[in-house]
């Protein structure tokens, strides 16, 4: 097994056949590419419907460097995403902390408090938690988080749902978060930009906030799938939603969006930008009618939007016109190995 997330033949081999009770409030379950699962409470009483809860876990990433409140607000959006690309509100967050024996009470209390905050602002309540320190935990995998989202069954938008005649929307373009990530924690591994550019790539960390994108897209028009391009980039998420659904997706690659300071940080790194990390960035498959009223409501909202291709039948993802495959890694990892080991080494 590589690093990063597993491989569509891994999970098939190792975790699917061993998934624990079969209930049949578990509406949906585990499956590679689908960022969240579905309960519905009253299924195993043969009630009528009632609200459906819809459930994430992620780990969580703490990097100091970034400042505490910045580091607790990011490491916070990307657990809220997975949950917020079913169309249903995050609402209630359940969160643990492993720390290193060092980590100091005020640097914690600074990251939760950025939490709580960002927490209120959304109306998510923390309804449950752990934090210790032990011996062995490290920076910066410290934890994880469990995101529920309470609402109508008959709204959930599914991680699966891609339909034939669907167009693609795309919000924001590639390697928006490893752009972010790499401008803020290494900016002297980008000594050969312009100081301006290398601060506006560094802004592109705070586009790492996917929920009220998803919401607005998925309250605009018939949404019938939503994916946050996470791990294996834009193009990871591509293959995920494509193969999750059933079908094909034919992409034109210079309708994309392109953050700004995406390009140069990425082309100084030599990292290549469609298979980045990119939370943040939203894939949508929407029904034709709809597409371009969901990408005029991003657009209302400052954020990059626009129709990136089409869903056919079939399977695989194409861009313009050509074949492609799953990514093996994700590209900011070994950049992100070589920079701290760099960082580390100076002293």
């Known amino acids: 097994m590589s690093d990063g997330k597993i491989g569509r033949r891994f999970f098939e081999e190792r975790i699917r056949p061993n998934l624990g009770a079969d209930r049949s409030d578990v509406t949906l379950g585990p499956a590679h590419g689908c960022d969240f699962g579905v309960i519905a409470p009253n299924a195993v ?55 290193p024996t060092t980590f ?30 032990y011996p062995g935990a490290t920076l910066p995998w410290v934890g994880a988080a469990t ?41 002297e591994a980008l000594s050969d930009l312009d100081p301006e550019t290398v601060a506006v790539a560094a802004e592109r960390l705070d586009d790492v906030r996917l929920v009220e994108d998803a919401l607005a897209a998925a309250a605009a028009g018939e949404v019938h799938a939503m994916h946050d391009a996470t791990e294996g980039g834009l193009l990871g998420a591509l293959h995920e939603t494509a ?32 298979r980045a990390t990119t939370s943040g960035t939203l894939l949508a498959s929407v029904a034709p009618a709809d597409a371009e009223r969901v990408v005029e409501t991003l657009r209302a909202r400052d954020t990059p939007a626009a129709v990136v291709g089409t869903v056919e039948r079939g399977a695989g993802v194409a861009i313009d016109g050509e074949e492609t495959s799953p990514p093996d890694g994700d590209a900011s990892w070994p950049v992100y190995a070589e920079l701290s080991g760099a960082e580390a080494g100076s002293g």
């Open 104 to 133: 100091d009470d005020d640097d914690f209390a600074s990251i939760w408090r950025a939490i709580s905050e960002e927490c209120g602002r959304l109306d998510i309540a923390v309804t449950t938690g752990h934090t210790a320190r």
């Open 45 to 99: 009483q043969g009630a009528e419907e009632s609200p459906a809860v819809v459930v994430a876990t992620d780990p969580i990433s703490m990097l100091p460097a970034l400042g505490f409140e910045r580091a607790g607000r990011f490491a916070l959006h990307i657990a809220l995403s997975d949950v917020a690309v079913s169309g249903i509100a995050p609402s209630h967050l359940s969160i643990a902390f492993a720390l």
């Open 243 to 274: 193969g999750a659904s059933g079908v094909r997706f034919e992409i034109e690659r210079d309708a994309v969006p392109v953050s700004e300071g995406v390009e140069p940080v990425c082309q100084a790194l030599g990292m290549a930008p469609w």
């Open 147 to 187: 995101v529920l989202g309470i609402g109508d069954p008959e709204r959930i938008v599914r991680p699966d749902g891609a339909r034939p005649g669907d167009r693609l929307v795309v919000t924001r373009g590639p390697a928006v978060e490893a752009t972010g990530l790499f401008a803020s924690l290494f900016p």
